[in-house]
């Protein structure tokens, strides 16, 4: 039996809008995230989720409410899928980073791991996020479907982790826009795949970075 993860970006904040660094700064959605909260619970609803699992900053938690109101399901709430923690870039705008931060902002571009500025390693976000998605897969039997809302960074890093995907590849991988989603699939003899990436119910168009 076939277990399917959907693991979903939160909707739009103001602090996306204005390329805002959130990481785990508690910003709510807006009026813009609210509606793609909603578009995209229209088309998840139809996977039949059997479990909703969220991080417990608002913009998550609200992204997911708007699917546990279409399922009747109730949200457990997992500390373990905040957003990577920006340190001493959280409150600031990309451009602000470039200008104060510039060697770690390169850093960051490069992929580096430890980029400085009391920023969380992608080692430690990868290993906390998966060992969150690997508990919410467990709380249905083999074959069900769980969804698990979180964040930009989290989800690439914590989905790369599961997936045993080396840094270089995990790279690859565009940023999710607000309120898509990856599907992986599980079963005992193939272990975690990867069945969709950055899927939604909106046309394509840039996103924010994952922050």
Not at 26 to 45: F, I, K, T, Y
Not at 81 to 101: A, H, I, K, N
Request: net charge negative; hydrophobic share 40%.
């Amino acid at each position: 039996m076939t277990t399917r993860l959907i693991v979903w970006r939160h909707g739009n904040t103001d602090w996306n809008a204005g390329h805002r660094v959130q990481g785990q700064t508690d910003v709510p959605l807006n009026d813009l995230g609210r509606q793609q909260a909603v578009d995209a619970a229209e088309l998840l609803v139809r996977m039949r989720p059997d479990a909703l699992v969220a991080s417990d900053l608002c913009r998550a938690a609200d992204t997911a409410a708007a699917l546990a109101a279409l399922t009747g399901l109730s949200v457990s709430y997992d500390e373990r899928l905040r957003e990577r923690y920006f340190g001493l870039w959280q409150g600031l705008t990309m451009t602000e980073v470039t200008q104060t931060r510039p060697e770690e902002y390169a850093l960051w571009k490069a992929g580096a791991d430890d980029i400085g500025g009391e920023v969380e390693t992608l080692d430690d976000l990868g290993k906390r996020v998966s060992e969150a998605l690997q508990a919410a897969a467990e709380l249905v039997e083999p074959g069900g479907t769980v969804v698990v809302a979180t964040h930009g960074a989290a989800i690439r890093s914590g989905v790369g982790h599961l997936l045993g995907w080396p840094g270089e590849q995990l790279r690859t991988l565009r940023a999710l826009q607000n309120c898509h989603w990856v599907e992986l699939t599980h079963d005992t003899s193939r272990g975690w795949q990867l069945a969709t990436y950055n899927v939604g119910p909106f046309t394509d168009r840039p996103s924010p970075p994952p922050v």
